[in-house]
């Protein structure tokens, strides 16, 4: 087949890469839309080094996916706004990744109901997958199954394999197992626009007639254009208070309009982030965050408590020496340690660099001690959303601090707060840039892998190894009991089973040991309560 443009790669193969190429129609525009068959090609997506295009085809190598590409480019162009910012998953967070979620709520639960209940969740999922998913601008062709979206301050790739959407059995992708990475915004953005700008400019030299190409183009430019009705598109799904476009719209509006009391300069304050780019919004925007890790039906109660919080720390002091110096953004996409393993690893840093010579007894960790030392601030917030545990903010010329929702069942005892002040510390070291804004929401609309890092952290933080070691040469009974444990987790003020836990992935007892002393408990609480 005669090649008619093949267009330079845009980007880097080691981060991400886009590069496509027009071929001419092998079938010659028949049973074809005369505009899609002028757009016949090949399409490479590059992450990390890998191509996730790459596949053997009834036994032959192909590098590329083959298809008609105006479906492509109009689906990346209509989605653009959402592809790139929006992060909440339908239904339920189900994965630590877009593909994986997809895959895990791809069936309502057998419990969620009526009928009604049914088509809602199904509409859900469609309709998110629609935006994010490339198999879904496929028309027909033989497309990886790449999932694009926002996580936090990243642009996340995600992708993986499963036989029936699409693909025949004679075709099989290099990317078979799930993986994924986490791009700066702009690593993925301007390679995009390159390749789409360049695309749409050749299909309107080949038909400058064709009304559908001067649409795309058009559309195309647009993405380009700094405007204040392209901003709010983007900060309305970065919050995403919703679970298609017209909700979103409908939630974004409703916040806007319920800090509308605040002054003017406290709604900026709100709303502020980083335009280096038309293209993608690139910082943060601590209200866009916050209110993206809540659920969609946060109420007007609520977003008031959260945006005070955000504008009273706003205007204290810088933060503190100490957290200063130990904050810094650590990655996990593309970690080659599973989320808890770096969560205990971070959690050992802190305590044998900043906290094993101060703020601790002889039996336990004083996590209030540790956040009064650094400056940090701590409240009780009562949230009507009991699902929410904790929250944690920072930012630049900003005092961090740490709110326990006192409405969560988790902060009814001291140790369950406790647990949650050392979480939400994980998030205010470690889930952001020097400098930049964090404002998270620690529940199950938070990213997944960072909510495991942060209990990871907070387990290995108040029961790091020197106390748990002399927690048990002091007991009088055998480790793998659920008195020894009860012994131990009073020491370190510590919940009964993330002590447990804790033990277990220590290896002072193993995971069969584990199972039966949560069992043996449980059969006793049970007994107690009839």
Not at 192 to 202: F, I, K, N, S, T
Not at 477 to 490: C, D, F, G, K, Y
Not at 511 to 519: C, L, P, W
Request: glycine residues 6%.
């Amino acid at each position: 087949m005669a090649i008619h443009l093949d267009m330079p790669l845009a980007g880097d193969k080691d981060t991400f890469a886009f590069k496509l190429t027009f071929v001419e129609d092998p079938d010659h525009g028949q049973g074809a839309d005369p505009d899609d068959a002028l757009s016949w090609g090949a399409f490479q997506l590059w992450v990390k080094g890998r191509n996730l295009c790459a596949h053997e085809e009834q036994g032959e190598r192909v590098e590329s996916a083959n298809w008609y590409l105006l479906p492509l480019l109009e689906w990346l162009v209509r989605n653009w706004a959402p592809l790139l910012h929006e992060e909440r998953l339908p239904c339920h967070n189900a994965g630590d990744a877009g593909w994986d979620s997809l895959q895990e709520t791809w069936l309502p639960p057998r419990y969620i109901g009526d009928e009604s209940k049914v088509i809602s969740w199904n509409e859900k999922w469609y309709d998110w997958r629609t935006r994010h998913a490339i198999h879904a601008a496929s028309e027909g062709g033989i497309f990886p199954d790449v999932v694009i979206r926002r996580v936090r301050d990243t642009v996340e790739l995600s992708w993986g394999y499963v036989h029936g959407i699409g693909i025949p059995g004679h075709v099989k992708f290099d990317a078979t197992q799930p993986g994924y990475v986490r791009l700066k915004p702009k690593e993925v953005a301007e390679p995009l626009y390159e390749v789409l700008l360049g695309a749409a400019e050749h299909l309107e030299n080949r038909d400058p007639s064709s009304t559908r190409i001067k649409r795309l183009i058009c559309a195309t430019r647009e993405l380009k254009l700094s405007n204040a009705q392209r901003q709010d598109s983007m900060m309305m799904w970065l919050a995403s208070l919703g679970e298609n476009e017209e909700t979103v719209c409908r939630g974004w509006n409703n916040l806007k309009r319920w800090i509308g009391d605040f002054s003017q300069e406290e709604q900026d304050r709100l709303l502020e982030t980083t335009w280096n780019s038309p293209l993608v919004i690139e910082g943060s925007c601590q209200a866009a965050l916050m209110f993206g890790s809540v659920s969609p039906d946060i109420n007007k109660q609520d977003v008031r408590r959260l945006a005070t919080a955000i504008l009273r720390l706003d205007a204290q002091q810088d933060e503190s020496d100490p957290v200063v110096s130990m904050c810094r953004n650590e990655p996990i996409g593309d970690s080659n340690a599973a989320p808890w393993k770096q969560g205990y690893d971070l959690a050992e840093e802190v305590f044998e660099e900043h906290i094993v010579n101060g703020a601790y007894s002889i039996d336990f960790v004083d996590i209030e001690k540790v956040l009064d030392e650094w400056n940090i601030e701590v409240t009780q917030m009562p949230l009507s959303d009991d699902s929410i545990r904790g929250v944690a903010i920072a930012g630049p010329q900003h005092r961090p601090g740490v709110a326990w929702n006192s409405n969560n069942v988790m902060n009814n005892t001291p140790q369950g707060r406790r647990f949650t002040l050392a979480h939400e510390l994980c998030h205010l070291l470690f889930d952001r840039d020097v400098g930049q804004r964090l404002a998270v929401a620690s529940g199950p609309w938070a990213p997944r892998d960072i909510e495991k890092r942060a209990n990871a952290f907070a387990a290995m933080l108040l029961m790091p190894w020197g106390l748990v070691d002399s927690a048990v040469a002091q007991l009088d009974e055998q480790l793998a009991t659920e008195t020894a444990v009860e012994n131990i987790s009073r020491k370190m003020q510590t919940g009964f089973l993330s002590t447990l836990h804790h033990l277990k992935n220590l290896g002072y007892i193993t995971d069969f040991q584990r199972e039966r002393i949560e069992e043996e408990r449980q059969s006793r609480l049970n007994a107690m309560e009839e």
